[in-house]
């Protein structure tokens, strides 16, 4: 495993547009997160200071930064899906396999680096939120820090999911651009499934539990949006405003299954596809 | 003898395209063989095959005694196909230590089989600047870093200019003298033929012939002659029953034998006569003759 991992890493690394997107994808969020942690005083007029918010308490700050965080994930998803692309215009991956790479090692070698830049992100994530955390949070009790850390899970089955998607696409299209654009028809198309559920159900409720099954609107839920929760916890009387943004293993599972299934139809794709 | 490849009724089809069919051969260890053939005739197609980069759609083939995987076996190969394939923002020296990496080789093979190619003062430059030349050289490194059993070239002087046809011929050579056994898939038959001692020839996914080069065609070959009593000669070469067909082109008279003479003798035969030969060659047909024979038979 890691001869697979570090034949991936000399190939990312060695790449500058790689390298520049790999930091993008880690230390901007990262910075955005320290940034805003800070006190901006604006010439005096008035200070910005999100801490104030309580946004940064224990335990809704895992939810929080989980959440902004992953929006981040594009970048790294460019990365895996040249990744593949750059084998395929280089004729790299023929020449892999005839030096003796197998295909499922060639498909491996790719997830493995995923899940590697995956819990990396997660750590960074996690420390960052831990020492904001224990600077801004007026509760500092063991009990409520690490309540709520399976977001921190969440986070990171989300980030695999979604970059195996990208591997998946990668494989099938060959081409980086179009990959992409696929990422994006397939978010219309999961829009399509929820009309057309709507329309075979009759009500909102159904369509939203077959768009749930659905692989990016799957990998959305496991950290839902915390603005309502936010009002919440400031608005104590606002209760309507009450949603489930709890990570539940049944989401969990979802995800992994499609992981499971784009990583399984990558390696399909390879062994029958004549190169 | 060793056999390091046996391929049995292969059969390739793209769609109705039968790229390969029913082809058998076998590669012995030590011999250098060629593959041989137009463009389209399959060579390509089954070496991709044999290298687990195609698909077949039936038959089977066995590397080595037939008891190792296709992928243990590949470590143990050196292969191009086509075009040099290599990562271009990384130099020769960091590409090279990739392939190392996937064959699980030392990485002091690197600079040893850098210094063989020539290549060894520009192994920190980028593989994106690189001549073609220089990239198939680079290929050819590559593919040895493992000490392989069997090197397999495709087409390994495909657009290179007359200088770096002659580099990578003669460096095929020298490989081949090391006792390495190379299977190597060419159109131009000049370079089959300096190179190789065994064919196999392939036409529309099938095979013609496979044997040593020399005996592609059961033939004794033939004298070349020139003299100034020519009449004489061709009344005397008609009647001989040694020779078959005669071919006149002015003052060159070419003689085919139907049976085995040398040419000493047949000076010896002739100066008996008292016709006195003012040029004498014994030749065999060249490969391309062959190749243009076997194919028309067909």
Redesign the interface.
Known sequence: ML?LI??EL??LL???VNKVLIFISFILPFTVLILSSIKINFFGFFTLELGELGIFNFPIIWHITTFFASYFKLFFAIVVVSMIG?EYS???I??????????KEFILSKFYTIVFFSLISTILIGVASFLIGLYYSSYTEASIIFRETEYLLAYFVKLVGFFSLCLFFGMLLKRSAFALAFLFVLYIVEWLIFWGSYEAFGNADSAWKVKNFLPLESMYKLIDQPFQRIIITKYPDKMDLAYDYAVHWYEIAIVMGWTALFVFLSYRLL??R?? | MDTILTINNLTKK?GYLTAVKDLSFTINKGNVYGILGPNGSGKSTTL?IV?????KTSGDFNWFDGKTTT?DA??K?G???E?P??????SAY?NL???C????VDFSKIDEKLEIVGLSDRKDSKFSTYSLGMKQRLAIA?ALLNDPEILILDEPTNGLDPQGIHQIRSLIKQIASNGTTILLASHLLDEVEKVCSHVVVLRKGEKLYSGRVDEMISSYGFFELKTNKQDELIKLLETDQNFGKLKVEGELITAFLNEPMDASAFNKLMFEKGITLSHLVKRKESLEEQFLQLTDNQ
């Open positions: 001869r570090n034949l000399q190939k060695l790449s500058r750059n280089n004729k790299t023929k020449q892999n396999l005839i030096d003796g790479l197998s295909k062994k029958v004549d190169l | 793209f991709g290298l687990n980069v195609v698909n992928h590949l470590k190969v292969a191009i196909i075009r394939n290599f990562y271009p923002y990384m960091q230590k990739l392939v990496k996937i064959k699980e590559s």
